[in-house]
């Protein structure tokens, strides 16, 4: 039997936790399953810290401007912003999640296609050592480019499990994350915390063991170089001089 560290390794991120009560009922799932919380929700501050204190790994689920003009929700990151403004509604957020260790969009299809915004997004999650991963919901992300530019762990998401919430079609998702993790050693899913889903995650997730696959937090596909820190440990960087 392999050992663990040599079995592919998946990460499952639930987004948009935070809106309703029985997102708790997701975070006490006994899975290795990281949990992105909106911040300024009815639920966030108390699913987050019931999911830091089930050791989970937490991370800032943070809204974006899209596209297609849908409102991403309260405290969201918009193209038109200031550098000021950027970094400011960053640090209102992690001030709202302390427990992040990093952070990933919600929505954000226009916001993450702009240059200096994700430049001081970076720059900023940089100064308070926490990762992005990439929710890619654009083709056209700048992330990767500024998260290289000021020495920010950047991942993607590769696989979306449930768009659709039936049986059949999360498990076809599933077998595509298991494929990619084989092939590459690790890969990311996102999924939401939809009742199907929830139900869709109890069933499958015991499974994974016999198929030879690690479940794992986030954390531990982070390259060996970066010190896990969550934001309510670091100093928020906004208190420096502006530009």
Known sequence: MLASEDKPRIA?????????????????????????????TPYGQ????????????????????????????PGALTG???K???????????????????????????YTEQEEPMAWTMEYLSKRHLFFVDSLTTAHSKAGKYARQFGVTNLSRQVFLDNEQTEAAMSKQLDTLLRIARKRKAAIAIAHPYPETYKFLHKYLPKLQQQGIALVGITELLP?????????????AVSAPQE
């Open 80 to 82: 038109d912003m200031s």
């Open 84 to 110: 000021q403004q950027v970094q400011q509604t960053l640090q209102l957020a992690l001030a709202d999640i302390p427990y992040a260790i990093g952070i990933n969009n919600h929505m954000g299809s226009f």
């Open 12 to 40: 499952i991120i639930i987004d948009d936790i935070g809106y309703q009560k029985s997102d708790l009922k997701l975070i006490d799932l006994p899975f290795a399953l990281t949990f992105a919380v909106l911040p300024h």
């Open 224 to 236: 060996q170089n970066h010190d896990v820190v969550a934001a309510g440990f670091t100093v928020p």
């Open 46 to 73: 108390r699913a987050a810290r019931h999911a830091f204190q089930l050791r989970r790994d937490v991370m800032l689920h943070m809204p974006m401007q899209a596209s297609n003009g849908k409102a991403p929700g």
